[in-house]
Nanobody
Framework: QVQLVESGGGLVQPGGSLRLSCAASGRFFSITSMGWYRQAPGKQRELVATYTNGGSTNYADSVKGRFTISRDGAKNTVYLQMDSLKPEDTAVYYC?????????????WGQGTQVTVSS
């Protein structure tokens, strides 16, 4: 059973910073990519940032220059450093991992962590 466990959400003032973490555990062959998505009330879930095995990163235009994704392969953990936070960054943030358990990759999701940016 593959599990993704997130941590690091909370309440922060505009302009502040937060760091999210997501650790994958369980029995699997490999992780091909890890990333973060978010969903604000009344909106669809959207991509925030991804990190592939080759070291490539991809960011939503709305977070470029403010958020940084990184990964510790040895710990099967992905991080999202969020700086210069804005009220519009308020959402539930979900960790995603594309994992090969047997032959083909499947998507796994964390339980979500709330990020609230408010004064």
């Amino acid at each position: 059973q593959v599990q993704l466990v997130e941590s690091g959400g909370g309440l922060v003032q505009p302009g502040g910073s937060l760091r999210l973490s997501c650790a994958a555990s369980g029995r699997f062959f490999s992780i091909t990519s890890m990333g973060w998505y978010r969903q604000a009330p009344g909106k669809q879930r959207e991509l925030v940032a991804t990190y592939t095995n080759g070291g490539s990163t991809n960011y939503a235009d709305s977070v470029k220059g403010r958020f940084t994704i990184s990964r510790d392969g040895a710990k099967n953990t992905v991080y999202l450093q969020m700086d210069s936070l804005k009220p519009e960054d308020t959402a539930v943030y979900y960790c995603n991992a594309r994992i090969i358990v047997f032959l083909t990759p499947s998507d796994y999701w964390g339980q979500g962590t709330q990020v609230t940016v408010s004064s």
